[in-house]
């Protein structure tokens, strides 16, 4: 049975009443705070500002809308995460007429629930004709555990499309109406732009179901219905093409896959928190994101009836996306990441997303079916609203983690300085997930294009530039940001009594302060420093006869000197004491130089390590040049090209060379190194 415009709207409010319910929300928390776990905001700031940004672009540049303006120079950045297009397009009423993004990022949360169940009632009620079965499916679909513990990540909460999608397929199938067709590849397109997570596992599953289609459908032999299978992917594909072009562009050139990821246990399925069945069961502890017992069963009872329904294709449809959807979240990680497309996924778990569609249906048979056990209409009727309170006493409970972030008069006013700037691109000083993210919040406001970023993926050359960055004022980051044509700073002085010792002390004569607030300095930058000259051509001297030896590592060490960049020396630092590297020249040479050769772009280690010298092994004097790529360019651009990291400094003479990296013995990690030169000036001896 279909659901007239006013059933719908009837069912969108009280779907809309149980979300209040259910969150509680107050306005100042819906303008003020996002959610949080354990106290870390990163991944809903990196949303909410990518779903701003795509608002505001659709009107400021809608040709440019992927260059969204971190990890400048680097283009198309929106694509090192979901871009968030659908979402900006439903919240984007709500952007212009507050310009709060944490009152539309939240809106677009809630609207999630109430959409989601909204859309999960059309399609179990086409299918089934009852109102109980169809609420008891939108409460399974849309306010279950896993999905209450998401909100950080609204791009995997929109899947109101996915039922649609599947309604209006289930249709086409049965009619053969090209209207149909349309509205199912309309919801299939429109999931697709909520982000591109979600899209990979939910074309995987309905490309499949078209592949049933065609092969077991009622109509299969209409030729309508075969062109309509085959013309639904590549109708989707064709009218999502202009976003997915940035992230082949983007993992062509900056190669952005996973390398690993994680993989859902069975204990993933267990009753999530707050469910009656974990209250029932005494666990305290969250073992798992499922629904409750109740609604598993039901799930059962509707697989095993179903099939005595009198659309037994719909059946089999249901049965066979819930079986590729849960193949793909219990398939190792490692195997997903081998296949081009999935390589870019990180938790399977996600795909239950789109399982809790087809769970719902199956509810809904369920629910019709008991409810026929019932002779009367009024125990029908009572049999029916008990199977949706027993389905919504397993719903759980979200766990309400919130934090509250500044918003108009409450946002620093140094973000104010910024925004009067008239630089295209700044730099905000600073490091790590959750700063970086809280930046590009702030830079929702000052709209300033900025070097470094916090997203889904990182280009290799985001660690260096970071780091590199986040040694303001030295010299190398003077440099760096000179050669980024970036002229204003912004550093954040842990209290304003530090940033007046700062400026009371020598500063670089490149710097000057363009703005004081507080414990943050706006710096306007002039010529950078002039470094101390170097050797103006160097080359390798020869490795025969080098003695080497490490802190960890050592049967590894022949790699570095084997010519074969395919093999490295590697060690595990795990913190605690620093990590070295140690070569015996055999002889005193006039040093100018040293050169690492890394095993892939993106390894960190390298540039983080600094060089030591020393005559005879006791004393050693650490020079005072950093590790850099042979070419920036190369590195933003084409890591992939990327030769080496070299450390050049003024001659001198030295039998021993050490490097030694303080920095990854704080933070731990692997140190990678393929190949290690010694550089002297031309004239020495050569290799």
């Known amino acids: 049975m279909r659901s007239s415009w006013r059933v719908v709207a009837a069912v969108l409010g009280g779907f809309s009443l149980l979300t209040l319910a259910v969150f509680r929300p107050s306005p100042s928390e819906l303008a003020h705070t996002a959610p949080a776990f354990r106290g870390n905001a990163a991944d809903a700031l990196l949303l909410m500002w990518a779903t701003s940004h795509v608002s505001r672009a659709l009107f400021s540049a809608p040709l440019h809308l992927f260059d969204a303006g971190i990890f400048y120079p680097l283009r198309h950045t929106l694509a090192f995460g979901d871009h968030m297009i659908g979402e900006a397009l439903i919240g984007l009423p709500l952007w212009l007429a507050t310009g709060n993004p944490l009152l539309e990022y939240n809106a677009l949360v809630l609207a999630s629930y109430a959409l989601g169940a909204t859309a999960a009632f059309v399609y ?206 219990l398939t190792p990680i490692r195997l997903q990441l081998a296949i081009p497309g999935l390589d870019m996924v990180r938790n399977t778990n996600r795909a239950f997303h789109v399982s809790l569609a087809f769970l719902a249906f199956f509810i809904a048979q369920a629910v019709t079916w008991l409810q026929g056990l019932a002779a009367a209409p009024r125990r029908r009727a009572a049999v029916g609203a008990l199977l949706v309170l027993a389905v919504a006493a397993e719903m759980g409970l979200p766990p309400g983690e919130r934090k509250r972030l500044p918003f108009g008069h409450e946002i620093p006013p140094a973000y104010g300085a910024l925004a009067r700037l008239p630089d295209r691109v700044v730099y905000d000083g600073l490091n790590g997930p959750e700063a970086i993210a809280l930046g590009m919040y702030y830079a929702i406001f000052h709209r300033k294009a900025v070097p470094i970023g916090y997203s889904g993926f990182s280009p290799p050359a985001a660690g260096y530039v970071t780091q590199r960055l986040f040694r303001f004022p030295e010299d190398d980051a003077l440099v760096l940001l000179d050669a980024l044509g970036i002229r204003h700073v912004l550093w954040h002085f842990a209290t304003p009594a530090a940033a007046e010792a700062f400026l009371a002390g020598p500063t670089p004569p490149s710097l000057s302060v363009a703005g004081r607030f507080g414990g943050d300095v706006l710096f306007t930058l002039g010529e950078p420093p002039v470094l101390p000259p170097v050797a103006a051509a160097v080359h390798p001297l020869a490795r025969a006869g080098w003695r080497l030896t490490a802190s960890a590592g050592g049967d590894r060490l022949p790699a570095l000197v084997d010519g074969d960049p395919r093999s490295a020396w590697a060690a595990l630092v795990d913190g605690g004491r620093t990590p070295w590297v140690l070569v015996d020249l055999g002889r005193p040479e006039r040093v100018a130089g040293v050169r690492c050769t890394p095993t892939r772009p993106d390894a960190l280690a390298v540039p983080l390590a600094l060089v030591e010298l020393s005559e005879d092994g006791e004393h050693w004097e650490r020079v005072p040049r950093r590790f850099v790529p042979d070419s920036l360019a190369t590195l933003i651009e084409h890591p992939a090209e990327l030769a080496y990291y070299a450390a050049r400094f003024p001659t001198r003479p030295a039998r021993y060379v050490r490097l030694v990296n303080p920095e990854l013995a704080f933070w731990g990690g692997m140190w990678e190194i393929a190949e290690l030169d010694v550089l002297t000036p031309d004239g020495e001896p050569g290799p």
Do not use: K
């Open 124 to 329: 179990a009620r086409e299918q089934t004709g009852g109102v109980a079965p169809a609420v008891a499916a939108g409460i399974a679909f849309a306010f279950t555990p896993f999905r209450f513990h998401s909100p950080l990540w609204l791009q995997v909460l929109f899947t109101a499309c996915v039922p649609l999608a599947l309604c209006f397929w289930l249709r086409f199938v049965r009619t053969l109406r090209w209207r149909d067709w349309v509205l199912w590849v309309a919801c299939w397109v429109l999931h697709s732009l909520m982000g591109l997570y979600l899209a990979l596992y939910f074309a995987l599953t309905m490309t499949a179901l078209a592949a049933l289609a065609l092969v077991a459908a009622p109509t299969r032999r209409a030729g309508r219905l075969r062109a309509g299978m085959l013309l639904g992917p590549l109708a989707m594909v064709a009218a999502i093409a202009p976003t997915l072009w940035p992230y082949l562009a983007l993992r062509g050139a900056q190669g952005t896959v996973r390398t690993g990821g994680l993989d859902t246990e069975l204990a993933f399925f267990l009753p999530g928190p707050g469910t009656l069945s974990a209250w029932l069961a005494g666990w305290h502890e969250r073992l798992g994101f499922g629904p409750g017992f109740a609604v598993w069963m039901l799930a059962l009872i509707g697989v095993v009836v179903g099939r005595r329904a009198r659309d037994r294709f719909a059946w089999a449809a249901n049965l066979a996306g819930l079986g590729v959807t849960l193949a793909l979240i």
